[in-house]
């Protein structure tokens, strides 16, 4: 899950970087109030994903072509 401001539609093709990963692709496979969760195209490392930082917002941007 993640904190989005703009709708994101479910089904849409993102680009999103994840503090300990880095960049990653996604299909948005839901989305509400603000919140959307990604279904990742390939598998990440959930350690790595939840290394404590200084708190911040991952920016998830539409892609311009198909995964």
């Not at 503090?19 to 839901?30: H, M, Q």
Request: without cysteine; glycine residues 10%.
């Amino acid at each position: 899950m993640a904190e989005h401001g703009p709708v994101l539609p479910v089904g849409a093709e993102v680009e999103i970087d994840l503090r300990g990963v880095g960049l990653v692709r996604g299909v948005v496979a839901w989305s509400t109030e603000g919140r959307v969760g990604i279904a990742f195209v390939e598998e990440i490392d959930p350690k790595a994903a939840r290394k404590p930082v200084a708190v911040r917002t991952p920016e998830a941007k539409p892609l311009k072509r198909p995964l």
